[in-house]
């Protein structure tokens, strides 16, 4: 079965600061990957999405970047933080065929102060 | 701009009865329905999905409906449990790899 990991599981940090997110999935080859966050109260924002090694599709103009240097491992970063950058980041696969199910990670919980 | 909208924020209903979540979308492209359920700080977990070829798709206590002339669609839940008390979210898919989704509906289930 797959499954799919994200850390850490929670992360306070300074404005200004770098971040680094993780996200990897086990149990598929080749998925589709993708990157939302939640701010509070909203909806899913759907921030990047990648179909294949070293390539990233940007939705949303932003102060964050991603890069998927394994098959199966996708990154969230940023080189300085913002306090809107504060939110829930969700990592999510799925198999490499169009409109398929989405399966979502357990979350990031990221507080900018 | 928003191609998919849940307008009624929260939702509460008794337990045993019936949970009747709404979603409108605008774009007729779409063709793959989802409802995700999320509880806080914890990732979605997907509910169930409906095809445009459809109108109704049923598993267990959950039945989606869809209405492909009103571009809508409903979540039924019946009967309501203590358990569904979660932020449900309605998402759309067109042919390509990314999901379109609602603000979500905070649902509230009383004992």
């Known amino acids: 079965s797959q499954t799919i990991h994200q850390w850490p599981a929670t992360l306070v940090q300074p404005v200004g600061s770098p971040l680094s997110l993780e996200c990897t999935v086990e149990g598929t080859s080749n998925p589709n990957l993708y990157w939302y966050r939640q701010a509070a109260g909203r909806g899913l924002q759907l921030l990047f999405y990648?179909?294949?090694?070293?390539?990233i599709s940007s939705e949303v103009p932003q102060n964050l970047s991603a890069s998927r240097p394994q098959d199966r491992q996708f990154i969230l970063s940023s080189k300085k933080l913002l306090l809107s950058d504060s939110g829930f980041y969700l990592c999510a696969w799925t198999r490499t065929s169009v409109g398929d199910t989405q399966y979502f990670g357990p979350g990031t919980r990221l507080t900018v102060l | 701009d928003q191609q998919v909208k849940q307008n009624s924020p929260s939702l509460s209903v008794q337990e045993g009865r019936i949970s009747i979540l709404n979603c409108d979308y605008t774009n007729s492209m779409f063709d793959y329905f989802l409802w995700y359920k999320k509880y806080p700080a914890e990732g979605p977990t997907f509910l169930i999905s409906i095809s445009s070829i459809k109108d109704k798709n049923e598993d267990g206590r959950f039945t989606v409906f869809l209405n492909k002339s009103a571009k809508h669609l409903s979540l039924h839940i019946v009967p309501s449990q203590p358990g569904d008390s979660a932020v449900y979210f309605c998402a759309a898919s067109s042919n390509d790899y990314k999901l379109s989704f609602g603000a979500g509906t905070t649902v509230t289930v009383r004992a």
């Open positions: 990648s179909v294949g090694i070293g390539q």
